[in-house]
């Protein structure tokens, strides 16, 4: 299940990548002749929607925009939880407290005051959305890595670099880093669907971004016209959902292969 | 108590156990079959012990989980035949096995804390074998765990049988674990390692419960790879070696006069206290020379959320250039906790390191620190496992920028081949050794920056005695070659004394006793000591009891 | 060791308290830096022909009384916090006849029905599902289940929920696709809840079910003469099920403080409408009093779940007196569990 | 340690709370709604309950400005008078008769006998003379089309309500409001208002019960309600639904047929789909997407179902205040007008329509002339369009600076309007898509860019020329789009200039609006001023017609396009007839027949 996956996300980003050369029209390319246009309409695949635009075009460009944000999303919640977690997992004191006690109120505080403040001052676009999702994502990260640096240097190896007179930063980046990441590219691989799914939340609470084209957008649209015009939900919705459950499983797969290799090591 | 009639057909003509050509298989992920057990056989008859020996992965364990069928998915038995008083086992119905387990076969785990779950109480745990079985009502099966448990010798049974097993203590747990096993009058215990997990002390209450029950007149199985702990209880012996039996027969026989060559390196590559006393001293005594470490009144209490534990008091330790401080004791004595302390990974409450008169704690510390190195109990934990075996060895070298790449890479040859290994290893890693392999790439690490003084912590008590008998070797050697000065820490008392020039008992965080090797293991001054040594189980049978060297 | 069990809760206490403080008080300090007010707003919403200053009245007058005019934002904050203290939160701007205490009291009990139905039937049908999986391990059974969870669980509620009410109510006519009008309103929303959670669920106690079988313990109990069903039973599912607490706990906590897509989509009048429409309309007082609330649910819900775990748990009770800690789990630990992400979050299941 | 009952079956537990939790919520957890219909016992014309479907709102008071003031007025409370079903003129309501002065500036209006409140008490003229105080008071805020503001509808032209209302007189008496005696009410005008009438029917004028309005208990809720419509409210689930149940008190009691209606609060902006109704659980209801109005249309039996009310809406376009003067060149707005395509604009829906001006046909005696061109779309307005760009400086839109289209919320019609505005005139238009708070900010913010801004309004006021001239798109509305930059910060000064009293301030910003606008705007707000003049009611629409025509000359709003209002209903619903104007029906003219298909 992974190593298709696995394909089926390479084809993805690739189709992202490439998007301006794979979709057929242009995002906002209107015909105002073919308006809701039904799936397997000659020249439109996937149907037209209310301004006549193609929706495959669409979809391939939303999902370069949605890959876009969860993957800055990602790479910023992952650094700042990096730092974060290495400091608390292995300088521990003050700065775990520091740590769990941001933890305990970032677990309380209702993200999407967050995501409201950050999309209310800088607009909607694609930053203060990317902004809005990495907020909500760092905390689990970074107690993530917190655990694992725990679990980590309490091992041997770390002692032994220790007596080997290896310093703080030198053993947090030699040596529990390196072997922290299994773990965090596993949750990283969960997250990316969990990104694009709220960039669809926030999209559907009028919270998205409206400068691109966006998944949030024509889900949002299509959920709105359901009923009359199912084309334009079933697409989008097949898309979104071959894409989280590629990435699911890819992140079972990596898990799984952590799992496997930690039994061997015993 | 009389015996409630058996529910499966009991042949008492029948020997107890017969088992012949047992073959047990494990599937490889690889769709290919590890035969694990291969050809076994032996017969045990009523009120006998039979002692399974063997290294790890022998096939010990497993041969005794086969004859329940208590083995893992990927597992199955390929072949034999295993008669209990003349039930057949291995062609059992999986409602006449179920009748067999716990009732006629009671069985002992290694560990009691993983054999025993957690979230019920011991009582109700024991009285599950007997209600099972239909052997008696709730009531009575709650009265008979209580009384069985007092059976094992667990004072306050009443109160323990509500206790769960993490309350309970180790020894504790061992012997409710043992209660657990017998509580339906089995014909036959099995025993997998029982007391593998434990102290000598309480290894040798564990094992006089033991010899209780068999003297009962029930049968015994017991596997274990301490061929002291099998003289002492059994009759007979099977000796294993990969999945085959290679010896087997009366026990003194098997180890006094081994006939197989397997036997017999098993036999000498035993450790045991007396082995040096029997051999005459050095001829040359090396002049005594000023101490090269000293630990100065050590106190160090580790606090956690409201509770804290004195792990170490007012230790002090004297290590001479090229002479060996053997530091022996218990799980839980603070031996681990002096090493860390000596080697300045844990800060000392009070009292100081001083390593050739200068403080390993102070600030200026760094170049101080660098002539003590560490091996650790766990080889492969303490090897980076994203690092080959060269690169592993070299860190130290690259932490302190030692050195050009080649002469590093240069160097790390050199002590691989020190360490017995080939220069080509440099390139492999860690996970692609054998543990003993990854013992040695840890000291040669530990050696690569030439160090005065090496902190061995339990070196060999994750190894197999032929293993160990080669890392002690090779701890000797390099000794002898580099003049290093260990600090050992072992709770193995044959090794501290192999291995030592000087040692320190240790209980409870203080040290209880010191001196010269020969003064300690010869003329024991302290009651604990004397505990110590009096529940060794001699192997050898040829060999004097410890009192005569005394 | 009572005392050490009561030291800990009250330090916990303590804790909570103080992060509550933190919690409003970066809230409100976020309020006042999102732009337009509440007074603002009303008048743009009406999507008309208002312009600057053609009659902005400060419409929550009772606002000015309570708050005070023109005050510093610290003061109306300690304001608020006062009010909060004795659960007299004054007038929602938005609602001006109505107290912010009295809309959270009509929400919650709508919200927590739901979650806690949701909740359940997840339980009811994931804890058979994973063990069932679990021991069928490597089978068709086991993977053919697990694939079809994980399709559900691929997809955010809100989705599930338009299709559930496209066959339900548009296609077959046999559940009503919106309203709050009786039992049988609930049945699509507490489906669409429960779909997310069931998919995780059923994930955590198969892995949790396969790892307790390789205890030994599971051993001993076979080689005690245990029917496999005893066993199970007894030994397996309990000590499997445990740890489940852990993640429903805050599982329901999120679903309580309500979701919103859900809520409104089905038009069901539940906290999280209020929340949003609140943070959307600068609604200070029922914004403020919402995510207090929010906060000690999630926290007490926490709180709670640590404890029962020690309850459940003899080796974590035990250690009460000195470190009772139950698994530090956070709903947003738990995919699934978090409505503001549509039902799913960035942490693998806890397998 | 006690190994107590508690650590057995926690999933048991959690379960078995579940359940008795929702059977404790169980009586409360839906409100007190019963959900049955009381089905009346006599012919089929009686009894029975429909629901319908509204949009949400936070309370009921139809002084202030909401969604939910429609509903009050829909069978809640009643007013002086009702309009007729078709909403082309009045019928009498809680006054049966009424008398209007030879001059047209006084109606006097008596009571019916015996009228009175839920609660049973007589329904007086003090009552009305207490709403009408209440709805003037200036603390309440000044009157506007907005929500939030009070509904009080300044061309109704009471005498000095005006002024009484922004604080410029504070004597209630000098009000044109009267009751001379319990059953007689006098209205005093300042003008005559051909209107007057039909703006009485406006739910600002509905009168509220005094006692229970002034009462320490919530007067909006159920239980505290006392109105004099057709209903009562009987239950309110905030966000969720309500419930009306007949009042027995009711004057016409015996001529209402239904016993219930139950209302399904929809929330603004949420996504509606038309499942419920085609689900059956909602009887009437107002659709809107254009998908979902073609397969109505589409569809032999649901096309029946549609009650359609042409143009009554008008989508604009107003350009934001900016410091960048490009738009204060009339050729530019002129060129955005004309560049518009209307067509494809309007064609995303079957229901739209492309607008040539503001007001929409709808008005009685509308016509094409107010129009600012006489080809508002196709290709040569285009090619105008172009022409006039090209003299401003843009030739080809080249040069132009980027312009900024401001939405509160996102639909195809932006993208419409960016996209025929880029194929016709070549300029780049960005979509600005904010959420609500930064929206108000964004309205009224002085901008460096240049910025257009996008309203719809489904204008369910009145339509009558002084409505749609004086109220919406207002003199001073107008004249505010119209100053320039600097005049723009001097009346945005002069608003929050704490040392003016309210009447000062009044007369500063009327200064500021008069001196500082476009040439346009002033002409038509004074002949807005002069429709006052004259007691002639022909006259007057003619100068309401010519100041109709100078605002779309003046192009400061620009129209975009007109839209149906569409609403279905079940065939059960009978008697339902969409009017144009204010509250498009009356429950109490509506009746249930099941056998109906």
């Known amino acids: ?266 | 108590m009389s015996r409630s009639t058996s529910p499966v057909t009991i042949d008492p003509q029948a020997p107890l156990l017969e088992v012949s050509g047992l073959r047990t298989g494990f599937r490889r992920a690889d769709g290919g079959q590890f035969v694990a057990v291969d050809d076994v056989t032996f017969r045990l008859e009523q009120g006998q012990a039979l002692a399974i020996v063997g290294e790890s992965g022998s096939g010990k364990s497993v041969t005794i989980r086969s004859l329940l069928r208590l083995l893992p998915r990927t597992a199955s038995i390929l072949g034999g035949e295993a008669r209990l008083a003349g039930i057949d086992l291995i062609g059992a119905s999986d409602r006449t096995l179920r009748r067999v387990r716990g009732r006629e076969v009671g069985m002992v785990f290694q560990n009691a804390m993983e054999a025993l779950n957690p979230t019920i109480p011991v009582g109700r745990q024991l009285a599950e074998a007997l209600t099972w079985h239909g052997l008696c009502s709730r009531g009575e099966a709650r009265a008979r765990a209580i009384t069985t448990l007092g059976d094992v010798g667990i004072p306050e049974p009443e109160r323990r049988a509500r206790m769960y097993p993490f309350q309970l203590s180790g020894g504790m747990r061992q012997r409710a674990m043992i209660a657990m096993a017998i509580i339906a009058e089995p014909r036959l215990v099995v025993a997998d390692e029982p007391t593998t997990a434990l102290d000598v002390t309480v290894q040798a209450q564990v094992l006089d419960l033991l010899a209780e029950i068999k003297d009962r007149g029930t049968g015994l199985i017991m596997v274990t790879h301490d061929l002291g702990v099998a003289r002492r209880f059994c009759d007979d012996v099977l000796v294993m070696n990969q999945g085959k039996v290679v010896e087997s027969g009366r026990i003194d026989a098997v180890l006094d006069s081994p006939r197989e060559p397997y036997t017999r390196m098993l036999l000498e590559a035993t450790l045991e206290v007396g082995d040096v006393a029997a051999t005459p001293p050095e001829a040359v005594e090396a002049p005594v020379r000023e101490p090269l470490l000293v630990a100065e009144r050590l106190d160090k209490t580790f606090r956690s959320r409201g509770g804290q534990t004195h792990a170490v008091r007012d230790v002090s330790l004297a290590i001479r250039p090229g002479r060996t401080l053997g530091l022996v004791g218990e799980s839980g004595s603070g031996k681990s906790t002096v090493a860390r302390l000596v080697m300045g990974l844990h800060e000392p409450d009070s009292g100081r390191v001083l390593l050739d008169g200068q403080d390993v704690h102070g600030e200026e510390s760094r170049l101080q620190r660098r002539r003590m190195q560490m091996v650790f109990q766990n080889p492969y934990g303490s090897l980076l496992p994203h690092y080959t075996a060269g690169a592993n060895i070299t860190e130290s070298l690259r932490l302190q920028e030692i050195g050009t790449t080649g002469e590093r890479t240069e160097r790390a040859a050199e002590l691989l081949r020190l360490v017995g290994l080939s220069p080509d290893d440099a390139r492999r890693y860690p996970q692609q050794f054998s543990g003993g392999q990854q013992q040695r790439i840890a000291i040669a690490r530990a050696l690569a920056p030439e160090p005065d003084v090496l902190v061995c912590d339990e070196p060999t008590s994750a190894l197999d005695v032929s293993i160990q008998a080669q890392i002690l070797d090779l701890l000797g050697e390099i000794q002898e070659r580099l003049g290093v000065a260990y600090l050992l820490i072992s709770h193995n008392l044959a090794v501290v004394e192999r291995m030592s020039d000087e040692v320190a008992v240790m209980k409870d965080g203080a040290i209880v006793e010191r001196g010269e090797r020969r003064a300690i293991f010869g003329d024991p001054q302290h009651p604990y000591t004397h505990q110590l040594l009096d529940a060794i189980l001699p192997v050898r049978g040829s060999r004097m009891p410890r009192a005569a060297i005394a | 060791m009572i005392v050490g069990y009561l030291e800990y809760v009250a330090r916990r206490l303590v804790r909570m308290v103080l992060s509550l403080v933190v919690v409003s008080a970066l809230a409100f300090t976020l309020l006042q830096l999102a732009p337009g007010s509440f007074a603002d707003i009303q008048r743009a919403n009406s999507g008309s022909t208002g312009m600057a200053g053609a009659g902005a009245q400060e419409v929550a007058g009772e606002f000015a009384t309570r708050y005070g005019d023109e005050v510093p934002a610290w003061q109306q904050y300690l304001v608020f916090m006062k009010g909060a203290l004795t659960w007299d939160l004054g007038p929602s701007y938005k609602y001006p006849a109505q107290s912010v205490e009295s809309i959270i009291a009509q929400g919650f009990p709508v919200s927590a029905a739901l979650a806690l139905l949701a909740t359940t039937l997840a339980l009811a049908i994931a804890i058979p599902i994973g063990v069932f999986a679990a021991l069928k391990q490597r089978t068709l059974w086991d993977s053919g289940s697990m694939f079809v969870l994980t399709l559900g669980h691929a997809l955010p509620n809100y989705l599930t929920a338009v299709f559930l009410v496209l066959v339900f109510a548009g296609a077959w006519h046999v559940l009503p696709a919106a309203g709050w009008n009786g039992p049988e309103n609930l049945v699509l929303p507490v489906v669409a809840l429960a779909i997310g959670p069931l998919a995780v669920l059923a994930r955590y106690v198969r892995s949790s079910m396969l790892d307790t079988l390789g205890e030994e313990y599971v051993t001993a109990a076979i080689a005690k003469g245990g029917r496999p069903g005893v066993v199970i039973r007894k030994h397996v599912l309990r000590n499997s099920l445990i740890p489940l607490v852990t993640v429903t706990g805050p599982m329901l906590a999120a679903l309580m403080t309500g979701t919103v897509f859900i809520e409104t989509m089905f038009r069901i009048p539940g906290l999280g409408l209020s929340f949003t429409q609140a943070a959307s309309s600068r609604d200070m007082p029922l914004l403020m009093g919402t995510t207090l609330f929010f906060a000690i649910i999630l926290m007490a819900t926490n709180l709670v779940v640590d404890l029962l775990y020690g309850l459940l748990d003899p080796r974590v009770r035990a250690e009460s007196g000195r470190k009772l800690r139950g698994p530090r789990i956070s709903r947003r630990d738990i995919p699934g569990a978090d409505p503001d992400q549509g039902g799913r979050s960035g942490v693998p299941s806890l397998g | 340690m006690r190994a107590g009952p508690l650590t057995r079956r926690p999933i048991g537990t959690v379960a078995a709370a579940a359940v008795v939790a929702l059977s404790l919520a169980g009586c409360s957890l839906f409100g007190d709604s019963d959900g049955d219909t009381g089905g009346g016992d006599g012919d089929a014309a009686t009894g029975g309950s429909i629901t319908v479907a509204a949009t949400n709102f936070a309370h009921i008071d139809p002084q202030s400005i909401t969604f939910g003031m429609w509903l009050v007025q829909m069978g809640l409370l009643e007013g002086l008078v009702l309009q007729t079903p078709d909403g082309t003129d009045v019928r009498p309501g809680v006054a049966d008769e009424w008398e209007v002065s030879e001059d047209g500036t006084t109606y006097t209006f008596h009571l019916r006998d015996g009228i009175v409140w839920s609660n049973g008490e007589p329904l007086t003229a003090d009552d009305f003379e207490w709403t009408y105080e209440r709805l003037l008071d200036p603390e309440r805020g000044a009157s506007g089309v907005t929500t939030g503001a009070s509904s009080y509808q300044v061309p109704l032209g009471i005498l000095n309500a005006e002024d009484y209302n922004t604080g410029v007189i504070t004597d209630f008496d000098q009000v044109g409001v009267e009751a001379v005696d319990e059953q007689t009410l006098e209205f005093t005008l300042d003008a005559p208002n051909p209107g007057f009438l039909m703006g009485l029917t406006y739910p600002s004028m509905l009168p509220l019960n005094p006692e229970a309005v002034e009462g320490e208990a919530d007067w909006q809720q159920p239980e505290n309600w006392v109105g004099n419509g057709p209903y009562n409210l009987a239950a309110w689930t905030a966000n969720s639904s309500m419930r009306f149940e007949r009042n027995p008190e009711y004057w016409d009691a015996e001529n209402v047929a239904l016993d219930e209606i139950n209302v399904q609060l929809v929330e603004q902006g949420a996504i509606t789909t038309t499942v419920p109704y085609e689900n059956g659980e909602v009887d009437i209801q107002a659709i809107g997407e254009p998908a979902e109005i073609s397969r109505f249309l589409a569809d032999p039996v649901l096309s029946e179902q549609m009650h359609v009310l042409e143009n009554a809406g008008t989508a604009y376009m107003i350009p934001l205040h900016s410091t960048n003067p490009v738009m204060e060149d009339p050729r530019v707005r002129t060129a955005l007008s004309l560049g518009l395509g209307r067509q494809e604009i309007a064609g995303i829906s079957e229901m739209t329509e492309p607008a040539s001006t503001l007001l929409s046909p709808i008005v009685p005696g509308w016509t094409e002339e107010i129009a600012a061109h006489e080809q508002m779309w196709g290709e040569a307005a285009v090619a105008e369009a172009q022409e006039l760009l090209a003299d401003a400086g843009y030739p080809g839109g080249e040069g132009f600076p980027p312009l900024t289209l401001l939405a509160g919320s996102d639909f195809p019609q932006l993208d419409a309007i960016i996209d025929t505005w880029g194929t016709n005139l070549g300029i780049e238009v960005t979509k600005d898509v904010v959420e609500v708070g930064v929206y108000v900010e964004r309205r009224y913010a002085m901008h460096d860019e240049n910025y257009v801004g996008l309203w719809y309004g489904s204008f369910s006021g009145i339509s009558t020329w002084p409505y749609q001239v004086e109220q919406l798109w207002s003199p001073d509305m107008l004249r505010q789009a119209g100053l320039d930059a600097a005049g723009y910060q001097q009346f945005v000064d002069a608003q929050v200039d704490e040392t003016l009293s309210p009447g000062d301030r009044t007369a500063a910003l009327e200064e500021i609006l008069a001196t500082s606008t476009t040439d346009e705007a002033q002409e038509f707000a004074e002949l807005v001023a002069a429709t006052r003049e004259t007691v002639d009611e022909a006259e007057q629409q003619e100068i309401f017609i010519e100041a109709a025509s100078v605002r779309e000359d003046a192009e400061l709003i620009i129209p975009v396009t007109w839209s149906h209002v569409v609403f279905v209903a079940q065939p059960r619903v009978q008697g339902l007839e969409i009017r144009a104007q204010a509250d498009r029906y009356y429950f109490k003219d509506l009746w249930v027949d099941d056998s109906a298909q």
């Open chain 1, 1 to 266: 299940m992974a190593f298709i996956s696995l394909w089926v996300v390479a084809l993805l980003v690739l189709v992202a990548i490439f998007a301006p050369l794979v979709a057929p029209y242009g995002t906002q390319e209107t015909d105002y002749g073919h308006q809701l246009a039904p799936i397997g309409s000659p020249g439109h695949l996937l149907g037209t929607d209310t301004l006549g635009r193609d929706i495959l075009s669409r979809l391939v460009f939303g999902f370069r925009t949605a890959l876009l944000v969860a993957f800055a999303a990602e790479v910023i919640s992952v650094l700042v939880a990096l730092v974060v977690g290495l400091l608390a997992g292995y300088r521990g004191g003050r700065a775990d407290g520091i740590l769990m006690a941001a933890t305990d109120i970032m677990y309380a505080f209702p993200t999407y005051l967050f995501a409201v403040l950050l999309v209310t001052v800088f607009g909607r676009s694609f930053w203060s959305v990317m902004a809005a999702i990495a907020v909500a994502g760092w905390v689990t990260q970074a107690r993530l890595i917190r655990a694992q640096v725990m679990t980590l240097k309490r091992r041997d190896y770390v002692e032994a670099a220790r007596s080997m007179d290896a310093q703080g930063p030198t053993i947090a980046m030699r040596y529990i880093l390196p072997n922290a990441l299994g773990p965090l590219l596993v949750t990283t691989s969960f997250a990316v669907p969990a990104a694009i799914t709220t960039e669809a939340g926030l999209s559907l609470l009028g919270l998205g971004i409206s400068d691109m084209p966006s998944w949030g957008a024509m889900i949002n649209e299509g959920v709105r016209y359901a009923s009359s015009a199912p084309h334009m939900i079933i697409s989008p919705a097949i898309a979104f959902a071959v894409t989280l459950l590629a990435f699911t499983w890819i992140g079972d797969g990596i898990r799984d292969a952590f799992d496997i290799t930690s039994e061997a090591r015993r």
